[in-house]
């Protein structure tokens, strides 16, 4: 990134279409010719991953997986694997909002009818497929497997025999169970694929993709069943502590992520060898890659497992540098450090030596006393400037309903923001103006949206979080030209 630059933020599942969801063909090409309209450099989305518990993308059951609900159904008709009838049963009529629960009720048993048609004309790809990533593709389908087995009850709650990997089990399972696995493979294959034909258009078009690593897991996912020396368990393989952030000025409580943590004197014994690994996917599947909660790397919150609340958490020391120089010397793999939060003075040495660009971002720029370092004079050349992320509110929704009066005023006297222009726009010129080499604005502060577009508000859960989608008539020529023109403005 040595040339001044912008993109936009949108989540794949933010995507217009008529299935339900945002997915892997029409919508996806015609969003990066919108972005090659309006002169931009980068996409960033969210994780990719199967979303989990809350329908987070932040809770998968999978580090290296993809969603099959963003699977295009229309490219698998086209390849005759679904009908046209079949087709039609699969759309829904709100542009607005993703409903995760009628999806994960329908979008299954209809790619389950694919699965009937292509598992024999797929055969000899599906075999290919499962040797090539079989660092993670078998235990992630047995796991599938087994959890549809066992009525999609989390980890936790399965029989002894199948949650601690009984050998004799094991190999029963895999018997019993080979024709789901194979079509779990088959959705991965399908979704490898699609998302590799997306990422190929985008980089026709001049366009690259910034992706997103989550640092920690969910309980209730393949790495911690199938690898459980990665993680601080018990012997019942229950997390002995958990993840999360201790209290501060946005929560009394601190949030309690429940997040298995490392056991990172294994992952240091084996050279991170697992970090390498995933390293490596995330080379395959992005340009660039945003590193969530970078800050873990230097200490991280360890919350005793049963606690109620984050804060009987305390502070341990995590692999620093060990980790970090592991990801950087994978082949292709360019980084992002996620540094927003409390940090300390050694949080902040360590991000600094790092050499990764940091974050700045517009909504907690404006106090209207002190000087920020987010506010765009102050942002240093190597940091990226966002208007906001998915976990902030909308700029508009800042402005009008969240800013105090003084940060109101200042930000509109900062701005210079005017209505007829509408507040998006200005908070845009605000961050493509700064020195930053990149500049990012989620697609909701491009259309002046409010609240109701928000993505996510973390530490709640709700249909609201992880469901809003842009409308395919947003994406217009009237929006693309104007961002091409502050684009060119500011020389991105």
Same mark, same amino acid.
């Given at each position: ?11 794949v ?66 390849e ?43 055969a ?5 497929f ?18 549809d ?43 490898? %694929? ?43 393989m ?28 294994y ?25 969530d ?10 919350i005793p ?8 958490g ?47 971002v ?39 309903s ?5 940060? %109101? ?6 701005? %210079? ?7 998006g ?28 577009? %928000? ?25 693309s ?12």
């Amino acid at each position: 990134m040595q040339a001044r630059a912008s993109g936009i933020l949108l989540p794949v599942f933010s995507l217009p279409g008529p299935y339900g969801i945002g997915s892997l063909g029409k919508s996806a090409r015609q969003f990066i010719n919108f972005l090659s309209d309006g002169k931009q450099k980068f996409w960033q989305i969210l994780p990719l991953v199967p979303p989990g518990g809350g329908d987070s993308p932040y809770m998968s059951p999978s580090s290296f997986a993809g969603n099959p609900l963003l699977l295009d159904l229309e490219l698998l008709q086209e390849e005759g694997l679904l009908t046209q009838d079949e087709l039609n049963s699969a759309r829904w009529n709100n542009p607005d909002r993703v409903d995760y629960a009628w999806l994960h009720q329908t979008r299954l048993p209809l790619l389950r009818k694919a699965w009937d048609r292509g598992r024999e004309v797929y055969a000899p790809l599906l075999d290919k497929f499962l040797e090539d990533e079989a660092d993670w593709l078998p235990d992630y389908a047995l796991f599938m497997a087994l959890r549809d087995r066992f009525g999609g009850k989390p980890l936790a709650e399965w029989p002894d025999e199948a949650r601690l990997r009984r050998p004799e089990a094991m190999e029963r399972y895999r018997t019993e169970l080979a024709e789901e696995c194979r079509f779990q493979a088959f959705l991965q294959l399908l979704f490898f %694929r699609q998302w590799t034909a997306i990422k190929a258009y985008a980089n026709s078009k001049g366009i690259s993709i910034i992706g997103d690593l989550p640092i920690y897991v969910s309980p209730d996912s393949a790495e911690v069943w199938s690898e459980p020396e990665l993680f601080q368990l018990g012997e019942d393989m229950t997390p002995s502590a958990v993840a999360g952030v201790p209290p501060d000025a946005f929560s009394d409580l601190g949030q309690h992520w429940g997040n298995p943590l490392y056991d990172w004197a294994y992952h240091k014994k084996t050279g991170f060898a697992w970090w390498k690994r995933r390293g490596t996917h995330m080379a395959r599947l992005y340009d660039v890659v945003r590193i969530d909660h970078f800050r873990a790397f230097h200490t991280y919150w360890s919350i005793p497992s049963g606690a109620p609340d984050a804060r009987a958490g305390h502070w341990e020391q995590g692999p620093g540098n060990a980790l970090l120089d592991t990801l950087k010397n994978v082949s292709g793999l360019a980084l992002i450090a996620e540094d927003l939060g409390a940090l300390d003075a050694d949080a902040l040495a360590f991000i600094a030596q790092s050499g990764l660009p940091g974050m700045k971002v517009l909504v907690y720029a404006f106090d209207p006393v002190g000087e920020s370092s987010y506010l765009p004079h102050n942002c240093p050349r190597d940091a990226v400037v966002y208007t906001g992320t998915h976990d902030t509110p909308t700029f508009v929704q800042w402005l009008l309903s969240e800013a105090s009066p003084a940060e %109101r005023d200042y930000a509109f006297d900062y701005l %210079r923001l005017r209505e007829d222009e509408g507040f998006g726009w200005g908070a845009v010129c605000g961050a493509w103006m700064s020195p930053c080499r990149l500049a990012i604005a989620p697609m909701q502060d491009l259309l002046g949206l409010g609240g109701d577009a %928000r993505v996510n508000a973390p530490g709640t859960t709700g249909p609201h979080n992880w469901s809003w989608r842009v409308r395919g008539e947003a994406l217009n020529p009237s929006v693309s030209g104007k961002l091409a023109r502050i684009t060119r403005t500011y020389r991105r």
